[in-house]
């Protein structure tokens, strides 16, 4: 089934001349009937396709293509993409040379086709050793908006960012867990598309805009995990928020076991959230209808589906090169050979990747450094004022994490053991007090390192693993 695209991929290992890229280029055209238009280096290949009436396809339809060797162009990706389904709009992006940048985006008509495109092209070998990266492409809309007065209502914040940015279609605040009168300090705004929310953003960056009088924080919010209808027709789980703190996981339960007695499995609360696991799904789908905007405890809660969250990707794409230099969105994906590359007697995590960069090594550090000069100005800046692509460690980024969830910051305890060799190993255990509860006081990894350092941020990256 898959030989087709690699034979026609095989024939052109070779570098092609100007003419028979040009040429090759026109015959899919010919073929296809699309337009194609290079601009602010990118090639755009379609958008919309021939004879297409109506708005452009919705949000989930397009798909990230990372890894795709240089050389290689609409020619050869076009068929192999149209295997999954009909493209709306193919980008390539592009080099001055005349080479790809090595990777594309590829907007589909269905969200269906682009779930079937990860599927069966994800780790695709696109020429011989030369595998491509799949994954669906985070067109995110809503900002992160920090350090806001705690006394400023949902109204009152959605009215000064209509005000000061354009687009803006909802803001989410949450209550304060301890005082629901007051808001966290920050909120959500929701745009009316990516590029609304990047204008916002770059409007809002510097530093230096007030709301209220407050210099206010802003970055990407962490985008929304689409989850496919078929997985969230399972989900028997609900997510509830806006509890008091006191509110404990025997009040919960035999609040949502009124309606129906003894349909709720068991309950997990952290802080002023929680999730509730029912024995039947149609239980729970009946208890989020009943539920929702019912107060438990004198607090008006929310409860949703709970969306399952595949841990161990999440990992990958927040550690190993999601990166957002301007509104583009690169991933970076893991190196089938990356596993024999390890030495021994090293922690297969480290040095992480985070946000697309490695962790300076010895041989790395002068490419993190600049030159001082005389007479540069210096301003003093809270860590917290910056956005987590400026942390190039997980410890740092636990830290900078806590602090945008206005949580107390996580306290480390270092414990040691005598390996089979005598040699000292470290284990840190991580705790967060804001979180901490009867069932899960604390995060221990279950691997023991050589040095503090490396102790410490393997512990950072395993509490981060299950947030």
Same mark, same amino acid.
């Given at each position: 089934?898959?030989?087709?695209? $690699?034979a026609?991929?095989?024939?052109?290992?070779?570098?092609?001349?100007?003419?028979?890229?040009?040429?090759?280029?026109?015959?899919?055209?010919?073929?296809?009937?699309?337009?194609?238009?290079?601009?602010?280096?990118?090639?755009?290949?379609?958008?919309?396709?021939?004879?297409?009436?109506?708005?452009?396809?919705?949000?989930?339809?397009?798909?990230?293509?990372?890894?795709?060797?240089?050389?290689?162009?609409?020619?050869?990706?076009?068929?192999?993409?149209?295997?999954? /389904?009909?493209?709306?709009?193919?980008?390539?992006?592009m080099?001055?040379?005349?080479?790809?940048?090595?990777?594309?985006? +590829? #907007?589909?008509?269905?969200?269906?086709?682009?779930?079937?495109?990860? !599927?069966?092209?994800?780790?695709?070998?696109?020429?011989? /050793?030369?595998?491509?990266? +799949?994954?669906?492409?985070?067109?995110n809309?809503?900002?992160?908006?920090?350090?806001?007065?705690?006394? !400023?209502?949902?109204?009152?914040?959605?009215?000064?960012?209509?005000?000061?940015?354009?687009?803006?279609? *909802?803001?989410?605040?949450?209550?304060?867990?301890? *005082?629901?009168?007051?808001?966290?300090?920050?909120a959500?705004?929701?745009?009316?598309?990516?590029?609304?929310?990047?204008?916002?953003?770059?409007?809002?960056?510097?530093?230096?805009?007030?709301?209220?009088?407050?210099?206010?924080?802003? %970055?990407?919010? %962490?985008?929304?995990?689409?989850?496919?209808?078929?997985?969230?027709?399972?989900?028997k789980?609900?997510?509830?928020?806006?509890?008091?703190?006191?509110?404990?996981?025997?009040?919960?339960?035999?609040?949502?076991? $009124?309606? !129906?007695?003894?349909?709720?499995?068991?309950? $997990?609360?952290?802080?002023?959230?929680?999730?509730?696991h029912?024995?039947?799904?149609?239980?729970?789908?009946?208890?989020?209808?009943? #539920?929702? /905007?019912?107060?438990?405890?004198?607090?008006?809660?929310?409860?949703?589906?709970?969306?399952?969250?595949?841990?161990?990707?999440?990992?990958?794409?927040?550690?190993?090169?999601?990166?957002?230099?301007?509104? %583009? $969105?690169?991933?970076?994906?893991?190196?089938?050979?990356?596993?024999?590359?390890?030495?021994?007697?090293?922690?297969a995590?480290?040095?992480?990747?985070?946000?697309g960069?490695?962790?300076?090594?010895?041989?790395? /550090?002068?490419?993190?450094?600049?030159?001082?000069?005389?007479?540069?100005?210096?301003?003093?800046?809270?860590?917290?004022?910056?956005?987590?692509?400026?942390?190039?460690?997980? +410890?740092?980024?636990?830290?900078?994490?806590?602090?945008?969830?206005?949580?107390?910051?996580?306290?480390?305890?270092?414990?040691?053991?005598?390996?089979? *060799?005598?040699?000292?190993?470290?284990?840190?255990? +991580?705790?967060?007090?804001?979180?901490? %509860?009867?069932?899960?006081?604390?995060f221990?990894?279950?691997?023991?390192?050589?040095?503090?350092?490396?102790?410490?941020?393997?512990?950072?990256?395993?509490?981060?693993?299950?947030?």
């Amino acid at each position: 089934m898959h030989e087709e695209p $690699k034979a026609a991929a095989n024939g052109y290992g070779r570098v092609r001349s100007g003419a028979q890229n040009e040429a090759a280029l026109l015959a899919l055209m010919m073929k296809t009937g699309y337009s194609m238009v290079q601009e602010n280096g990118q090639r755009k290949f379609g958008g919309p396709p021939p004879g297409w009436e109506g708005p452009p396809p919705p949000r989930g339809c397009e798909v990230f293509v990372g890894k795709i060797p240089r050389n290689m162009y609409e020619d050869e990706l076009v068929p192999v993409f149209e295997r999954a /389904g009909k493209i709306y709009e193919f980008r390539l992006m592009m080099e001055f040379s005349g080479e790809n940048r090595g990777y594309a985006f +590829v #907007m589909y008509t269905a969200k269906e086709e682009a779930q079937l495109a990860v !599927k069966i092209l994800n780790n695709y070998e696109i020429r011989p /050793g030369k595998f491509i990266g +799949v994954c669906v492409s985070l067109d995110n809309c809503r900002l992160f908006i920090g350090a806001i007065p705690k006394e !400023k209502k949902k109204e009152e914040i959605l009215s000064e960012m209509k005000k000061v940015t354009k687009g803006v279609v *909802d803001v989410i605040v949450y209550p304060n867990a301890t *005082d629901k009168t007051k808001n966290r300090g920050f909120a959500f705004v929701e745009y009316e598309s990516h590029r609304a929310a990047a204008m916002a953003r770059r409007q809002l960056i510097p530093g230096t805009f007030q709301l209220w009088g407050h210099t206010i924080q802003v %970055d990407w919010a %962490d985008p929304e995990k689409e989850v496919d209808e078929e997985t969230m027709q399972r989900v028997k789980v609900l997510y509830v928020r806006n509890l008091m703190i006191s509110t404990t996981e025997e009040t919960i339960k035999a609040e949502f076991n $009124k309606f !129906k007695p003894g349909v709720v499995e068991r309950v $997990k609360k952290l802080r002023d959230y929680a999730f509730v696991h029912f024995f039947h799904r149609e239980d729970a789908v009946a208890a989020m209808s009943i #539920m929702n /905007g019912k107060c438990i405890d004198g607090a008006s809660i929310e409860v949703t589906l709970a969306k399952p969250v595949n841990k161990e990707g999440n990992w990958k794409q927040h550690f190993n090169g999601q990166i957002s230099p301007t509104a %583009d $969105k690169l991933l970076g994906f893991p190196n089938k050979d990356d596993g024999h590359q390890k030495s021994k007697g090293k922690s297969a995590s480290l040095p992480i990747r985070l946000n697309g960069q490695r962790s300076p090594g010895p041989l790395e /550090g002068e490419r993190c450094t600049y030159p001082f000069f005389p007479g540069i100005k210096l301003t003093p800046i809270s860590m917290y004022s910056l956005n987590s692509s400026h942390f190039t460690s997980a +410890v740092m980024h636990l830290e900078y994490f806590c602090n945008k969830n206005n949580w107390t910051p996580p306290e480390y305890y270092l414990y040691s053991t005598t390996g089979w *060799d005598g040699k000292i190993l470290l284990v840190y255990r +991580v705790l967060i007090p804001s979180i901490a %509860d009867g069932s899960q006081s604390y995060f221990m990894p279950d691997k023991l390192c050589t040095t503090v350092e490396s102790a410490k941020e393997l512990a950072a990256q395993f509490t981060l693993l299950h947030l």
